[in-house]
């Protein structure tokens, strides 16, 4: 329930919507740029794609092709900081309406 709580005021929030919605156009120019640059299929560039700007980068595909190689030097210096502040306000987001939530059981 404070999971649903927590999406539900997050999705409430302007500044966190066009957080939200900056992410999505971010992902989803990475996912149909390694689509047609790569010849990935949508879900394996969309895999690569949230690998890559979460920096945890397993290894498993990597451009084989100098545009892919560029672009993923741009998308990374793009998408790195934009993805990253997308997860920390998550995170922040749900400690704030959890603490909440324990407060109100305290009362």
């Not at 999705?11 to 971010?26: F, V």
């Not at 998408?79 to 939530?101: A, C, D, M, P």
């Amino acid at each position: 329930m404070l999971f649903f709580n927590t999406i539900t005021s997050f999705l409430k929030n302007r500044e966190y919507r066009d957080l939200l919605y900056t992410t999505t156009i971010i992902l989803i120019v990475g996912t149909i740029s390694y689509h047609f640059i790569e010849g990935w299929s949508l879900v394996n560039s969309l895999y690569f794609s949230v690998i890559t700007l979460t920096t945890i980068g397993y290894g498993d595909f990597a451009p084989q092709t100098d545009l892919g190689k560029m672009f993923t030097i741009v998308y990374i210096l793009m998408g790195l900081g934009i993805i990253l502040q997308f997860i920390n306000t998550v995170k922040n987001h749900y400690s704030e309406t959890r603490n909440k939530h324990h407060h109100k059981k305290d009362r």
